[in-house]
């Protein structure tokens, strides 16, 4: 099975040694709270360019892997690709798939191509917890957030603020 994994390139996007660059940087990574995102990137760039949306071309990083029947990998390379996704799904909508339940809006092969990489999951996860992982079932926390919670008038949700 050929795996592809895909992320944005935001190379493009930002310029080695640039203030946007240093900033990026310096955050390291978008932080997902319970009512928010504060995005490494700039919400023009992290909810727009950088964003893989489908039927959109979209730069991407890609990792290509040929993986056999038993999660064994026997070539992999790296490229600068251009993709287009064709769906966006939730992650619950990707469960119902699994579980052979109907999901409105799925092209018959998108869902096949989900349900090759469930079975792919379930063998690469064997073979992690045969290496002594451990798989720890915990209930899910959900939090819920007061709407004025935190927020003063002058704090911006995102953390980026616009300069002139």
């Known amino acids: 099975m050929r795996l592809g994994v895909h992320i944005a390139d935001v190379s493009n996007y930002v310029k080695k040694g640039t203030n946007l660059d240093a900033e990026a940087a310096e955050r390291a990574t978008s932080v997902y709270m319970a009512d928010r ?19 959109v071309e979209r730069l991407t990083l890609s990792c290509f892997m040929d993986v056999d029947a038993h999660g064994k990998i026997h070539e992999s390379s790296l490229k ?48 992690r917890l045969k290496r002594g992982a451990l798989d720890m079932t915990m209930p899910e926390y959900r939090v819920s957030v007061d709407a004025q919670a935190g927020r003063s008038k002058s704090s911006s949700a995102t953390g980026w603020t616009a300069t002139g």
């Not at 023009?44 to 949306?53: A, E, F, I, Q």
């Open 80 to 127: 600068e690709t251009v993709i287009r996704s064709r769906r966006r799904f939730t992650y619950d909508e990707v469960e119902l798939v699994l579980k052979g339940e109907d999901v409105p809006n799925v092209d018959p092969d998108v869902k096949e191509s989900v349900l090759r990489m469930g079975k792919l999951f379930k063998t690469l996860l064997g073979i």
């Open 37 to 55: 995102v504060v995005p490494m990137l700039p919400p023009n760039l992290s909810d727009h360019l950088c964003s893989l949306m489908p039927g």
